[in-house]
């Protein structure tokens, strides 16, 4: 079945403890990105990217990392989780960017608490 | 820079009733994509509906079509017949095709709630 996973699902955690969020696709995807969801501000894009090694910056991007050294797989990081980064977060693919290529498709979601 | 604004929080419908969702976007891009997200209590978001910018026809999907007014900047989303299903958070979407393509701009967000 053609899908995005994320883990974990949920988490709750502790301010500065380092934490990373996988997101992994099986539909051979380019494109991928991540997003944190808040009430009343829809969907925010953190930082995506284009292809293996190729990531840039989304919106808000302060305090985290991502890498993509595969082309399946792309973790987000928190080096040091704060109160503030308590959110849902969202993976995404998609083929590429052009024409038909760019539909989004969604992983599950990660409900992450930081205390 | 792309924008994208529902000015609706939250609709309410009866079953088998229509209710349309407003939405409104401001860019600079020529060439864009816009988008309605479906996101049931589950949190999975669900593509609903996709539309191409150059494209004058609007999109359908079953009972799911769209108003694309391209000079007002408005993208409304119709859905005919409503069902329980669709009770959900909606949200629309868009897309730069060309150099600042990447971002996924969303608004944000309107409930809706069919009622029985």
């Known amino acids: 079945e053609a899908q995005v996973t994320q883990n974990p699902r949920y988490l709750i955690t502790v301010t500065g403890k380092k934490l990373t969020v996988t997101c992994s696709q099986n539909?051979?995807?380019?494109?991928m990105s991540w997003y944190r969801q808040d009430p009343g501000l829809g969907l925010r894009q953190i930082y995506y990217s284009m292809n293996v090694e190729v990531t840039d910056k989304g919106d808000v991007p302060e305090g985290y990392k991502v890498s993509r050294k595969e082309k399946r797989n792309f973790p987000l990081i928190l080096e040091s989780p704060s109160p503030n980064q308590t959110s849902l977060y969202f993976c995404a693919s998609s083929w590429g960017l052009a024409g038909g290529r760019n539909t989004q498709y969604f992983g599950p979601g990660t409900r992450l608490t930081v205390l | 820079a792309q924008t994208v604004t529902q000015s609706q929080p939250e609709m309410s419908v009866q079953e088998a009733e229509t209710v349309t969702l407003s939405c409104t976007y401001d860019t600079s891009e020529s060439n864009y994509y816009l988008f309605w997200y479906k996101q049931p209590p589950s949190r999975q978001m669900i593509l609903v509906i996709r539309?191409?910018?150059?494209?004058?026809q609007n999109a359908t999907e079953n009972r799911f079509s769209v108003n694309f007014q391209k000079a007002a900047k408005s993208f409304s989303l119709k859905i005919s017949d409503s069902q329980l299903g669709d009770t959900a958070m909606y949200f629309c979407?868009?897309?730069?095709?060309?150099?600042?393509?990447?971002?996924?701009?969303f608004g944000q967000g309107t409930i809706l709630t069919v009622h029985p």
């Open positions: 539909m051979n995807h380019e494109y």
């Open positions: 539309q191409e910018a150059y494209k004058q």
């Open positions: 979407a868009s897309v730069a095709g060309g150099t600042s393509y990447g971002k996924l701009t």
